[in-house]
């Protein structure tokens, strides 16, 4: 058993902070829709439907080919062959352009041929082609493939595998750190309540939208239309600030859900197998509200959203990347902190460990279950808003549900450090894996693993025997 | 407004492909998780199974729609082998887990390119239910009308052969949930320790049951892409999983005509609501645009919200569905 000590009051200021910004988040989700149809009118005119990804006629992937002289001038070129793995290929015109009608909306690879530029012009990124792209359903997708004067380096095979591979593991950290901020609110919440909150996954998208929407929109889409505010809080806060918001309005939904949804539920007695069944239901419900406001686009941040990737000991990552890592790490810090040091943190872990046992040494269960959800709902977000990099998508929690999962059922169901562990191995197994199979064919790694750790050790690294039943 | 035309689509509707297809997908959750209380999460992942049995043996093997016909079971039996595999021992919740991954691994792997050669990647596969309509005695191209009813030739005979096929498999169900094979999985259902202690194999009855419900869904899946005429990864979405779900608790899980009933009534409540808001008359559906963004788009969104509002109410409310009892109920379980 454990032993409660310490102050409640950080919590309890924190608490009080996210109710604040209870209202905030609701008007912020109902003004979503004002911006939105805006850009909406003439460019959603397909009657197509994501589930059916049927007819979506006239979707393209287009681009120019030209190439950036030194005195910054640009010249297009002609001829170049570009192909989309599974719909066409097409030359670029005079004017350097070209069009690749696609059947569907999706994820396409777009490829250079190389051996059809000019002599003395290269590819800037060799590794970035194939290029990886995502069509949505609002129209043509624009790729750019950045051209420099000189051959196309192609660098000797020994080094670029190394290399790779420390850049791969590199990037499965980034994922595995993202991953586990989503996955710790899964697993705490399932410790809590034994719930397997399906709608976790929308708690992230969410977190990314709305660091969109602040990034963009600021507080005056809060507050509402009155006056036009000064500065910061006019025209769309810095993502820094949004990113925080987007974590308070994360916590207020993940709040709202087990207020107002579930902790009826559990009141009236509403089985487990009933209540996966309602996370279901909000998931695809929250879901397809989000692209209703939101459309099927896929959007950028603000800020920091055309950075390079910078080179440190040979391996590249950008500086938002970097910084998002650390934040990650802090995070993660304080998170294992709360959990091993603070009050809150250890009830948390004891309601986790033993309900029964916990409530009979008097602490309030419920209580802990709502700040458990607070808590993991804020994390969600948080991760969210850091998926949100590569691109704002209303479905892109979704698309890590996977990831989540497999890294929670590996470190082990319930346990807040045993995700953490999982999450990191689920990422680093990922990237990896592109060493031998196709990138596009990554995420099945995720469930590979769910698998074999299923088969293997049921209850996950860090779980134990009786919890698996 | 045109009432006539959305009467006469919501009607068709009633009894149209799309209630058929759902409706026997249904009948496989049925047999999982009506009768035998298993969280399958991803029956659509059975469902493109089938179809990907019948697209890959005619694409790829180059063999006779008839032999395609065969691998549609092959495929959804191997398919609920690995799924059954690691998690049948195991609580609940993990099978669910575990469908879902797969039926959205299962997704992406067939619409990549590296499986373009074998599953015709993002474009799909077609040109494989020619032998099928090749049988129809109605003229493919024309219209045939019955009452209120009107239908393509070409859905006419699949209406035909669905219709038989899925109540001949909701028959057979039937008969085999009064079976003694039957009532061991609605014991395993109630309480599975229990009938443990009665010396029933719960792993290997649940593993069945999964099998069974799988090549279920499999054939669902065959009717649909056989109606559709092209095998398309992207209509396999996750989501049809949980529209599967919501039809099953509509009629209420457990029961024999229930996936057909809730089939009727999702499809004709969502193709009602869908026309009545597209036929709109114009000065309304401009309002509507402006003021809650209603875009045809949005329209279409508007059932998977519906969807989703429907499963999360049934589900805290009416587990047992509209028409189900509280007894037949493994929902209500732990």
């Known amino acids: 058993m454990l032993r409660i000590r310490g102050s409640a009051r950080g919590w309890r200021r924190a608490t009080a902070l996210t109710f604040l910004a209870c209202p905030a988040a609701v008007g912020a989700a109902l003004m979503l829709a004002s911006p939105v149809s805006a850009a909406a009118d003439g460019s959603d005119t397909t009657t197509s439907t994501v589930a059916d990804g049927a007819d979506a006629a006239g979707l393209g992937v287009v681009g120019t080919i030209e190439i950036v002289k030194a005195d910054g001038s640009k010249s297009p070129i002609a001829g170049v062959v570009i192909s989309v793995v599974g719909a066409g290929e097409a030359t670029t015109a ?78 499965g950290l980034k994922l595995g750190l993202y991953l586990a901020m989503a996955a710790i609110g899964l697993s705490l919440i399932f410790g809590t309540t034994g719930l397997v909150n399906f709608a976790h996954a929308e708690l992230v ?20 239309f009155l006056a036009p505010l000064p500065g910061p809080f006019g025209d769309g806060v810095n993502f820094i600030f949004a990113t925080i918001l987007g974590m308070l309005s994360g916590g207020v939904l993940g709040w709202a859900m087990n207020r107002w949804v579930f902790r009826p539920a559990r009141h009236s007695g509403v089985s487990l197998l009933a209540q996966m069944l309602m996370t279901i239901g909000g998931s695809i419900l929250l ?57 809150t943190g250890r009830a948390m872990r004891a309601v986790s460990d033993n309900k029964d046992l916990a409530e009979a040494s008097g602490i309030d269960v419920e209580r802990v279950i709502s700040q458990v959800w607070i808590f993991g709902a804020a994390l969600a977000a948080l991760s969210g808003a850091f998926f949100g990099f590569e691109q704002v998508k209303w479905d892109l929690g979704f698309r890590i549900l996977l990831l989540v999962f497999a890294a929670v059922t590996l470190g082990g169901l319930g346990t807040a450090f045993g995700a953490l562990v999982g999450a990191l191995i689920v990422g680093v197994a990922i990237n990896l894996s592109t060493l031998v199979i196709d990138s596009e064919l990554k995420n099945m790694v995720a469930l590979l693993v769910l698998v074999v750790a299923l088969m293997v050790r049921p209850q996950g690294i860090l779980g134990r025997r009786e919890r698996i039943g | 407004m045109d009432w006539g035309f959305i009467l006469e689509r919501t009607l068709s509707a009633m009894i149209g492909p799309e209630v058929v297809v759902y409706a026997l997908a249904a009948v496989g959750l049925n047999v999982h998780f009506g009768y035998t209380g298993l969280m399958n999460f991803g029956q659509v992942g059975f ?44 609580r609940a919740d993990y099978l669910s887990l575990v469908t879902i991954a797969a039926s959205e691994t299962i997704r992406i792997v067939a619409r990549s390119r590296v499986m373009k050669p074998v599953t015709g990647g993002a474009e799909g596969i077609d040109a494989f239910a020619k032998p099928f309509y090749d049988l129809s005695p109605f003229e493919l191209g024309d219209f045939y009308r019955l009452g209120p009813f009107k239908f393509l030739g070409r859905d006419v005979w699949m209406l035909v052969v669905g219709w038989i096929v899925l109540v001949a498999v909701t028959l057979l169900v039937s008969q085999l949930m009064k079976s003694p094979w039957g009532r061991a999985l609605r014991a395993i259902r109630e309480d599975e320790d229990a009938a443990r202690a009665l010396g029933k194999n719960a792993y290997s009855y ?8 799988g090549l279920i869904g499999a054939l669902a899946g065959l009717l649909q892409v056989i109606q559709k005429a092209s095998v398309q990864a992207d209509t396999f979405n996750p989501v049809i999983t949980f529209t599967i779900w919501a039809i099953l608790i509509i009629g209420g899980p457990g029961r024999v005509w229930s996936p057909i009933v809730g089939s009727m009534i999702y499809w004709t409540i969502i193709v009602f609501v869908e026309n009545t808001l597209r036929q709109l008359p114009a000065g309304t559906r401009t309002n509507l645009e402006s003021w809650i963004n209603l875009s ?16 999360l109410l049934l589900a805290r409310y009416r587990p047992q569905g509209i028409f189900g009892s509280r007894e037949e109920m493994a929902l209500d379980r732990r």
Do not use: C, H
């Open chain 1, 94 to 171: 005079e004017d350097g352009s070209f069009r690749i009608p696609v059947p569907a909306p999706g994820d396409y690879e777009v490829e250079l041929d190389v051996a059809t530029l000019p002599d003395g012009v290269g590819l800037k990124a060799p590794d970035r082609n194939p290029l990886a792209t995502t069509v949505s359903q609002d129209g043509d997708k624009r790729v750019i493939f950045p051209l420099i004067e000189g051959d196309t380096v192609v660098t000797t095979e020994s080094s670029v595998s190394a290399r790779r591979f420390f850049q791969l593991t590199l990037e």
């Open chain 2, 47 to 90: 469902m493109a199974a089938g179809a990907y049995g019948m697209g890959i043996t005619v694409f790829w093997f180059g063999w006779s729609f008839w032999v395609g016909l065969l691998f549609t079971f092959v495929y959804g039996a191997v398919l609920a082998l690995i799924l059954g595999l690691p998690t049948l021992r195991l």
């Open chain 2, 206 to 213: 649940k593993m069945q049951s999964l099998m069974l419900g």
């Open chain 2, 296 to 311: 045809d788009f949005n329209i279409g969104m508007l059932r998977f919200i519906l969807v989703g509002l429907g499963l």
């Open chain 1, 205 to 224: 998208s969410f977190g990314a939208l709305m660091t969109y929407f602040f990034n963009f929109y600021g507080l005056a889409g809060v507050i509402g």
């Open chain 1, 287 to 343: 879901r397809y509200v989000f692209v209703y406001l939101f459309t099927g686009k896929f959007r950028t941040y603000r800020d920091y959203s055309a950075q390079r990737a910078s080179t440190f000991l040979g391996l590249e990552l950008t500086q938002k990347d970097m910084v998002a890592m650390s934040v990650s790490v802090v995070v993660l810090l304080v998170v294992g902190w709360v959990l091993l040091r603070t009050r």
